[in-house]
């Protein structure tokens, strides 16, 4: 099994991008949060996951390892597939997955295209107690977070996803909410202030 690509982006369609590595190209599935931030020529690490549906073969490809465990902890989950898990970490990353269903924070997991609120109560059932044995929450801790970060990663998400609903690009809107973003705000603030930071760049 194909576990580590190190390469360079050689092409970009979507979210399928072709990796070459040493004159051999891998064609893998990646997060649009990292579709986003590369252009092709860039150098790429991903650790993959090899998905085998029917017969037919599709590598997945993450950032980190975090992200591609919570990806085959998703997997794990009854009828959810490997492009519905894909598009949730495509929307988010593993952190803030695995804070959303500590939470037991399902509206959360439906900003990802194709999981809607019953999808999004069955990962959280599924897994919220085996959550704890992955090890995130400590990251989220060493980042500087508290008992608050979970609830903050709702409203920020949600934001986020409101914002993208009305037509903004992710990228746009990430950036609008990291600078609207204060301690306490509820979320239609959140998005109003948010929507004023993009108005004044018009």
């Known amino acids: 099994m194909i576990g580590r690509l190190s390469g360079v982006l050689a ?26 931030r590369v252009s092709v020529g860039d150098p790429l690490i991903l650790h993959t996951h090899l998905s085998v549906v029917n017969d037919v073969q599709q590598l997945y490809g993450f950032e980190s390892i975090a992200d591609r465990m919570v990806f085959r902890k998703l997997l794990g989950v ?33 900003v990802a295209q194709g999981i809607g609120n019953k999808a ?6 599924a897994l919220r107690e085996d959550v704890p044995k992955w090890g995130l929450s400590v990251d989220a801790t060493a980042a500087g977070s508290d ?4 609830v903050s990663v709702s409203v920020t998400s949600q934001a986020i996803m409101a914002l ?15 600078q609207a973003h204060e301690d306490g705000l509820e979320v239609g603030e959140l998005i109003q202030r948010a929507l004023r930071l993009i108005g004044t760049k018009v």
Do not use: M, W
Request: with cysteine.
């Open 11 to 36: 092409a970009l369609d979507d979210n399928l991008a072709l990796v070459d590595v040493n004159g051999v190209g891998y064609d893998v599935v990646i997060p649009r949060r990292l579709c986003d």
């Open 78 to 110: 009854n009828r959810l597939g490997p492009k519905s898990a894909a598009a949730l970490v495509s929307e988010l990353s593993g952190h803030e997955i695995a804070l959303a269903i500590e939470a037991q924070d399902s509206r959360v997991l439906t």
């Open 120 to 125: 999004a109560e069955s990962i959280v059932f």
């Open 147 to 150: 008992a608050n970060y979970s």
């Open 164 to 178: 993208r609903q009305l037509g903004f690009q992710r990228l746009e809107a990430e950036d609008a909410v990291a």
